[in-house]
């Protein structure tokens, strides 16, 4: 585990007019801490295969997420779609456009990864899509970010992304119950 420390202000999660509006527990009436250790769990990736309408889905999840005790600081889902070009049998990318796939997903994980505003959920692709699933802290910092990334670079692959409050985590409860037997 990793420990770090972060410093804490009232009204730090603010939702932006396409995201809804969200309350962080914080300001919701009880004393906001100076600061805090969060221990974020190093994360254990699971491999998984399963099928969604007769294709195959495959995945790779973040075990670790499954029992993270501070979910209440990553109130929203950032979603990230890709689109192959390559396809082969049932909605599969071929081999050489998995590798296009994973360089672009590896770009997107070094820019929302870097300091931990955004914790890996998952990376699936099925149905001739790759997604990537993130839980985030800082929705407008995420989304300034991803528009910089987008103005700045052209990537190998077009990508767009959608992000929703989700505080509960009910949106990720899919792929955490697919972990259920996964022991960190």
Known sequence: MERRSFIFKVGMMIGGVFLGSSTST?????????????????????????????????????????????????????????????????????KTEQVVLNRVGDEIDTLLLRDYSALFLARYTWNGVRRLLYRVNDAQATNQRLQDAVKRYKPAREWEYTMAADADWATSQPILNLLKDVKP
């Open 26 to 94: 914080f300001a919701q009436g009880s004393a906001v801490p100076e600061s805090m250790t969060i221990e974020y769990p190093k994360p254990i990736y699971v491999s998984l295969t399963t099928s969604l309408s007769g294709l195959p889905v495959v995945m790779v999840a973040n075990g670790a997420l499954r029992n993270f005790a501070h979910r209440d600081l990553f109130p929203y889902q950032l979603e990230i779609t890709i689109k192959a070009k390559d396809i082969v049998e049932q909605g599969m990318p071929s």
